[in-house]
């Protein structure tokens, strides 16, 4: 799996981790922050602070930590540059990144696969002819409408 592969999958990882927010006058940890201090924790510590949560909170962060272990650490550091960008977006733009990327995670797995290699391809040229790829019969015979919809909104947010 390449690293930009593995990468744009974990970037799902800090989409839907909350913004930090002001706690008593405090900025919290980022998301990348929060993850990066947990998995230094010892599996006792981490089992205590796991064990204070929610169930269904705990669920997910147990999901997401057993990704971001499975990170090389060249994914680590491209899915922190990732975050990143995304952390410096203007609000709305988040929001509109965080919304195709909840559409792009409710498709099947296979159909998932095609789109993350077609952003992988978009994500190399430049964005003039991301467009033009985007326009080509090709494209539109290999994907769905709601599927070019997408690709679209993700590549048009793209660095």
């Known amino acids: 799996m390449s690293i930009r592969f593995a990468a744009i999958t974990a970037l799902a990882l800090a989409l839907w981790m909350p913004a930090p927010a002001q ?93 993350r290699a077609e952003l992988e391809q978009l994500r190399r040229v430049p964005p003039a002819q991301r467009w033009q790829r985007m326009g080509s019969p090709d494209f539109r015979a290999r994907f769905r409408p709601n599927e070019r919809d997408i690709i679209g909104s993700i590549a048009d947010l793209m660095p």
């Open 23 to 115: 706690e008593h006058g405090r900025q919290q940890r980022s998301p990348m922050e929060q993850l990066d201090r947990l998995m230094r924790m010892s599996p006792q510590d981490r089992e205590r602070l796991l064990e204070r949560l929610p169930p269904a909170r705990r669920e997910n962060l147990e999901r997401r930590l057993e990704r971001y272990s499975r990170l090389s650490p060249e994914q680590r550091e491209l899915l922190r540059e990732q975050y990143r960008w995304f952390h410096n977006l203007a609000p709305e733009r988040q929001f509109e990144l965080r919304k195709a990327f909840a559409r792009f995670a409710n498709q099947p797995p296979e159909r998932q696969d095609a789109m």
